[in-house]
């Protein structure tokens, strides 16, 4: 599947069937098909060297660090140190104790936002973050700002997702305390002129924070050169462990920053009078460190550093440049997000015929696709761009070319196929997305909401597998009306999910204790829920629709994948908006779901 080779920048081949055969998950299997894996800019996978690196300090180095005088405390204090050496090499950094370890990029925001913050910003200050940032670059500043009474001001972008450093060199002014931009955005793949940034920034007298979680992984970092006050990332985004990070800070900064976390290991010495805090690192390490995660992320450093990313670049550049040609060749595909500078991200969504990204990740998942969908914690950018979200598919070293072209050749037969269904599925001389002529209240369906359910439930009984179970929850979804249009125009959207769903309730006409309502969202998985749920609880009492255990009948039918909000479907936010409805008939609070 992997058997390409091209030259990297040295001369030396770059061998891609080499690398997968590094990582064992590549050659595992999703729903029966070759994993064919596009979701890095969420995290990597772990090369063999990672894996074997950490049992290989369980096994035989595991031990607390820094206070233990005997040898095996000694070996792990020096496990963790050599890991930190690794880190300060690999960036740049002028020394050590400049690199300070944590849980990863959002905690390194967070460690800055709250020490940083509590040092330097005071009433008055502002802070400036791009319209590019993750979310977790943007709540922590609002939270400084709101506790010392700062302002945020936001760097604007253009349509192609590039930043307009000539408006942001009007937003720098005295007032300007710190700029926090990405090197890359996680949504879009734009790269940005960080140095330049950096340069007007420090002109005003401003520190500046780069998030170079979507960077260090793909191009060689130097900190020193960026001229950057702060700089972070994550492990995982770098072939490394979950749950261990970095940031690097210039130490006359660090040095008069306050701690982030009180602790063990952070302290010279402890009174009730009065504490001594310790030196650099350890001010900004509080308690048991992640001794492994840092073993395993200097592991992955020189995995990297053993490739070569000199050679890494060049590869993904000719991936990103592919995947732009095949995807953009795909009907009704649009890329979102057109920077002429990009890393290996491409994000996009179907137009023609209109798809929600939940739908289209999911249908790819079935070809054992890995992407993501949603809003990738960008919701500025999505509304800047007047979307919801976008697919995204992000590459890595050992991704190939023959993947992009499996991706690109699912995503034609997932539009084909999307076209021909609702082609088939409209009534004669209308669009199968009409509106429907009035908004139709659903009837009880059954007896009960327990009764309902017992009905859904011999349905499902049919059905021996999750695949198949949602499938029949999207044919559900399809024979709903399509009052999307109008719902959409008279009430607000439900929170928690990837996709647009909106819902009304009511009292049921001529009833004083019974709830009804109608929904209706741009994804057809979403869809089937609401029938599902229009089923159970559309016309019941109040009382037995507060009192019904919806979370236990999905997993009764084997769907409880769709429960959580973390699956962003959206069904605990309906849960929800409907159980507030029925307690507001019932004049009582509704318990959350």
């Keep these: 599947m992997a058997s390409e080779t091209r030259p990297s920048s040295n001369g030396d081949p770059f061998d891609v069937s080499r690398i997968r055969a590094d990582f064992p ?12 894996y596009l979701d890095n800019g969420a995290t990597t996978q772990k090369p063999r060297a990672v894996i074997e690196r950490l049992i290989r300090y369980y096994e035989t180095e595991n031990a607390n660090i820094h206070r233990g005088v005997y040898e095996l405390s000694q070996r792990a204090t020096d496990v963790y140190e050599e890991a930190r050496r690794i880190v300060a090499r690999f960036i740049n950094a002028a020394e050590d104790k400049e690199v300070i370890f944590t849980r990863g990029t959002t905690e390194a ?57 000539d408006e942001y ?109 310790a030196g650099l690192p350890n001010k900004f390490e509080a308690g048991t460190p992640d001794i492994s995660g840092a073993a395993g992320l200097g592991a992955a450093i020189e995995y990297v550093e053993s490739i070569g990313l000199s050679n890494i670049a060049p590869h993904e550049d000719a991936l990103l440049k592919h995947a732009t040609e095949k995807l953009g060749e795909v009907p009704g595909l649009r890329i979102i ?13 179907i137009k023609d015929p209109p798809m929600a990204s939940l739908d289209i990740g999911t249908r790819l998942d079935a070809e054992g696709i890995a992407v993501r969908t949603g809003h990738h914690c960008c919701q500025p950018i999505m509304d800047r761009l007047g979307i919801s979200s976008t697919t995204r598919a992000s590459f890595a070293m050992y991704n190939t070319v023959e993947e992009i072209n499996t991706l690109a050749n699912a995503l034609r037969r997932i539009v084909a196929d999307e076209a021909a269904r609702r082609k088939q599925s409209a009534p004669a001389g209308a669009s199968a997305h009409a509106p429907a002529a009035e908004i139709l209240y659903a009837p009880a369906a059954a007896s009960s909401p327990q009764a309902a359910a017992d009905e859904l439930a011999d349905d499902f009984d ?29 009430t607000t959207r439900v929170p928690g999910c990837m996709s647009e769903v909106y819902i009304v309730t009511r009292r049921a006409h001529g009833t004083s204790d019974r709830i009804e309502f109608v929904a209706d969202a741009n994804a057809d998985i979403v869809r089937g829920l609401i029938a599902i749920l229009q089923r159970i609880y559309s016309g019941q009492r109040v009382e037995e629709v507060l009192a019904f255990d919806i979370e236990g009948f999905f997993r009764r039918i084997g769907l409880d994948q769709f429960i959580t909000n973390q699956r962003r479907t959206g069904l605990a936010g309906m849960i929800e908006r409907i159980r507030h409805g029925a307690a507001a008939l019932a004049g009582q609070p509704a318990a959350t779901a």
């Design 462 to 490: 049919l059905f021996e597998d999750r695949e198949s179970k949602s499938e029949y929850v999207i044919d559900l979804g399809n024979k709903l009306p399509h009052t999307f249009d109008m719902l959409k125009a008279i």
């Design 25 to 36: 998950i590549l050659h595992t299997r999703s729903h029966g098909k070759h994993l064919v």
């Design 337 to 349: 997000g057109t920077a002429a500078h990009k890393a290996g991200v491409v994000s996009f969504v």
């Design 169 to 277: 060199a009007k937003l720098l002014n005295s007032r300007t305390r710190l700029v926090a931009v990405n090197h890359v955005s996680n949504a879009l793949g734009t790269i940005n002129d960080v140095r330049r940034i950096t340069e007007l920034a420090h002109a005003a007298g401003a520190k500046v924070l780069v998030d170079g979680a979507q960077w260090v992984a793909h191009r060689p970092t130097d900190v020193q050169a960026l001229g950057c006050d702060f700089y972070c990332f994550s492990g995982h985004k770098l072939y490394g462990p979950t749950g261990i990070g970095v940031l690097w800070g210039r130490r006359e900064l660090l040095e008069k920053m306050p701690p982030y976390q009180g602790g063990g290991d952070m302290i010279e010495s402890v009174s009730f009078d009065k504490t001594v805090y």
């Design 109 to 165: 925001i967070n460690l800055v936002a709250a020490s940083f913050g509590r040092k330097f910003i005071r009433e008055g200050d502002e802070i400036i973050v791009s319209a590019l940032e993750h979310h977790s670059d943007i709540v922590p500043w609002q939270m400084v700002a709101e506790a010392c009474g700062a302002r945020v001001r936001v760097i604007p972008m253009n349509d192609a997702g590039e930043l307009q450093l």
